[in-house]
């Protein structure tokens, strides 16, 4: 099983640019797809962007269209999500996750179910 460890969290003023990694150790992620997901304070974990093992593949959650970029380098066993014009609505701790999921389609890809491998989060913090 692959572990994940994300990066690149932190404090940035809404309409500002983050770019938060996640490393994979223990086994290629080629062979998964991978996600980002967040949590913010009193609410549920909700899907932000997930991206195919051959990155052909991308899908987006609504509020994050045009804003947010998933992609993927398997040569360095790594998924990263560029956001910018960061909102306030996007502050929540962030967390990478993979899956061994073989179709790929709204149903699979824009919920949490398929995502068995995950890692311990990064804080986004917004500021106005």
């Known amino acids: 099983q692959v572990q994940l460890v994300e990066s690149g969290g932190g404090l940035v003023q809404a309409g500002g640019s983050l770019s938060l990694s996640c490393a994979a150790s223990?086994?290629?992620?080629?062979?998964?797809?991978m996600g980002w997901f967040r949590r913010a304070p009193g609410k549920e974990r909700e899907f932000v962007a997930t991206i195919s093992g051959s990155g052909n593949n991308t899908y987006y959650r609504n509020s994050a269209g045009g804003r947010f970029t998933i992609s993927r380098d398997n040569d360095k066993n790594t998924v990263y999500l560029q956001m910018n014009n960061v909102k306030p609505g996007d502050a929540a701790v962030y967390y990478c996750a993979g899956g061994n999921i073989r179709v790929f389609s709204i149903k699979t890809m824009t919920t949490d179910k398929g995502f068995n491998c995950w890692g311990q989060g990064t804080q986004v913090t917004v500021y106005s």
């Open positions: 223990g086994d290629s992620i080629s062979r998964y797809a």
